[in-house]
């Protein structure tokens, strides 16, 4: 058996015994652990009683969910350590822990057999798999002793570049196990994000395939790959899944083909004892600045919140069939389709494809096909759906399906009565669920068949969540029928804990607007009971079909363009998107003779080059000047009426120092 160096008296004890915490410490053996039923709320009175002793006793709150429904190699000290003004946030302060073992090992005894993962390939010709806990166990296994023997240790930074395949769920878990930080970076960025990424992260292994496949396109993920490489420093291996059999260069001594090295490998792994504030991933979100903004999340705290917040969310029950349509490499996909699922010993779908591939009804036939019985996505898909006939659902028994949910953006009224009518059959209970990538879980949504839905509102925080508003000056918002800027008072246990590297940057951009509280960039109002309704971003960060994009990486990739002199991006409505990006560009001498749509092709090609396809721009407009102020900031509330065709609202103009430009910008906008 292959063992790695190191293996302490705990963990030996630990991986002869998995049932018990057996640190002989304080821990009880809880026969109703694997239960998961000890904090699932039943109730809108109950959901009050239990939000009431999270708020007034926050530590007894949570010691008590994470005593109860996880395995531990031992307990905590304290539950809590933080400074909201330090940006110092800790959990379960000594506790040691593997999620691995809370998402697979622990499951064994009683759900062996069951279903852990159902991947459904972008072909529907092609079958399905069903992968076992015990499948998902031996999985795991064999990929912890491979990374093991290819020298990754505890701490060191993995690089995960792969299309929704099972072996993606598998790296991860796999890093996890041996203490490795994932940093999954989306199968849809180009070269250059990927080695930012590979270089921000440090990582020392890259883990891609030969190919992915998006409906009927192909992606030859290894030569991004190995073009990022050109770029970044430090990466000594690349493990390659074979998965569309397209040729691939190999190059020696770095490159391996996975299959063989899983193949040899044994399948017994024992696990890396974690502390519970050890990091547990890295995932990269937009900032507002062009350097990668990688979001820390540990291992105690955002385990138990995770698992608390999948259970009472989406209502699982032992034998739902749950499916989230994201992508893994976006938080969604990290909480909700991977760990919040495992942890709670449920069945989570993988789905490789798209939703109109190879008809338009992909979605449907697959929540038939599986019997889908909880079915989380997008507003942008669903607005992209609805616009088909209706035949497109109604062809499918969506009879199976108990609780729909919507995640990434505000989701309107139409879109929102939509999938309520036509998905739902009026019977499901719609989960509008708020969070972010910063948050690690679901911070405000209703709870299904508890809360009572509102079209277009997230209603109610969830247990141990503070939402509260603040005005520009800084002064709390009280009482009902007001909007502000959303902050969260108090730390709950899933918040990042920091920016990878850069811990001034997390603490200015989350912790100093309003001292003492998180900042979330988003506007909210509460209506007249006291339900939060997110009105969007209130920062330089735009969303376009659910990805979160920073106005500032795009701008300096315009930027680079030789003929290009200055540029400002906004958002404006689109009715698929939610937004689109409408970019105000200044050339320079040398591009004033230079054809326009050439120059509009060149643009976005760089972008996509730079930073993936999905920032690409729907309207340039070339521009002699921007609207700025005295002190030289772009006054984007004026580009984005512009953008909209709205020349009448553009608010206090009076720090604008040229307002000729403005009337210059009007006349030649693109409608
Ligand atoms: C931003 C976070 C949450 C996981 C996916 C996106 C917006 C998210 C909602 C919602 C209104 C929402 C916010 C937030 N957002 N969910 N239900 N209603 N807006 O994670 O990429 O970190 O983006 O998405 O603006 O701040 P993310």
Redo the contacts with the bound molecule.
Sequence with gaps: MLQHKGVTPIEQAQNKDDSSTATGNKIKKNKKQYAMKNYVIESLPDYFKQYKKSIKNPKKFWDKIADENFVWYQRWEKVVNYDMHEAKIEWFINAKLNITKNCIDRHLAQRGNKTAIIWEPNDPNEAAQHITYQDLYDRVGKMSNVLRAQGIEKGDRVTIYLPMIPELAVAMLACARIGAVHSVVFAGFSASAVASRINDSGSKVVITSDGSYRGNKTLDLKSIVDDALTKATGVGKVLVVKHTNNEVKIQEGRDLWLQPLLDDAPIENIPTIMDAEDPLYILY??GSTGKPKGMLHTCAGYMVYIGYTFKNVFNYKENDIYWCT?DIG???GHSYILYGPLINGATTVIFEGVPTYPEPDRFWSVIEKHKVTQFYTAPTAIRSLAKETTEWVEKHDLSSLKVIG??????NDEAWHWYNDHVGKKKCPIV????????GG?M??PLPFVTPTKPTY?TLPIPGIQPVLMDEKRNEITGNQVDGNLCIRFPWPGIARTIWGDHQRYKDTYFSAFPGKYF???GALRDEVGYYR?T??VDD?I?VS???LGTAPIEDSINEHPAVAESAIVGYPHDIKGNALYGFVILKDVGESRDRDNLRKEINQLIADQIGPIAKLDKIQFVAGLPKTRSGKIMRRILRKIAEGDFNNFGDTTTLLDPDVVEAIKNERIG
Excluded at 406 to 411: A, F, K, Q, W, Y
């Design positions: 979100t937009s994201a976006w938080v969604t919507s995640v990434g953006e505000p989701i509008d669920t708020w969070w972010q990538t910063e948050t679901i405000i949504s997230a979330t960039g988003d997110i969007g971003r960060v969303i659910g990805h979160n």
